[in-house]
């Protein structure tokens, strides 16, 4: 009986080694793969509560301002003066909408190239919304010569750079969405690689090691005989 119970007890101890390496092997690819997912969930956070938010701020702004050029230019070149008076409420509610909008973008940017760009764009449209309303003032005043000339020598150009430098900021915030979706794909599939391979892995020595757990209590019993 003592032998037989000392085999028990070896058998018993190889069962539990090999079960341990198993599940410890499970445990390590299981948190592998929740260490990736955490870097998921953070990169996608960040790309929909940053990234995303900024680019259609972004993009919203510059449809304000293509649009109020498009106003400002009907108005300038109109024999209509009412066309000041009937544009001024879509006028100012642009104008608020992108204050907001620069606000919600300004609080974002992270980088000192990111900041020089905002503080110029910023100047920009100071002197765009100048040359605007010097437009329209002269068109209320009835001087459409006055209008035209304003419109030509101050608004275009001026609105022009001002254009330019919203694009450009669009442009790079579009830019780093894009840059945020790729680390986001480049993450999963790193996620989906260490997932496989570490099940892989387990599953490889899991079995190897209840061929060897095998042979172990076999052998011996091969040999009695």
Do not use: C, H
């Not at 979706?181 to 570490?198: D, K, Y």
């Amino acid at each position: 009986m003592s032998l037989f119970a000392s085999v028990q007890r070896s058998i018993g101890r190889r069962l539990a080694l090999v079960l341990s390496t198993i599940l410890g092997l499970l445990l390590l690819s299981s948190g592998l793969a929740v260490w990736e997912l955490r870097k998921l969930g953070t990169e996608v956070d960040d790309m929909f509560n940053r990234d995303l938010k900024v680019e259609r701020a972004a993009s919203d702004w510059m449809r304000n301002t293509s649009s109020g050029v498009q106003r400002a230019a009907a108005i300038a070149k109109s024999t209509d003066a009412s066309l000041v008076e009937y544009f001024a409420p879509a006028s100012a509610a642009a104008i608020q909408e992108t204050n907001e909008l620069q606000k919600l973008i300004e609080s974002e940017l992270d980088s000192p190239e990111e900041r020089e760009l905002f503080a110029r764009i910023g100047e920009l449209r100071k002197a765009y919304l100048s040359a605007r309303d010097a437009v329209s003032k002269a068109k209320k005043a009835g001087d459409v010569e006055e209008a035209s000339k304003i419109f030509a020598e101050q608004f275009e150009p001026t609105s022009k750079s001002y254009l330019e430098g919203v694009s450009t900021m669009a442009a790079r915030q579009r830019a780093q969405l894009d840059a945020s979706a790729q680390r986001v794909e480049a993450l999963r599939a790193r996620t989906v690689a260490v997932l496989m391979g570490a099940t892989a892995m387990a599953l490889v020595i899991g079995i190897a090691l209840s061929v060897l757990l095998t042979r172990s209590i076999t052998g011996p019993l091969r040999t009695a005989e």
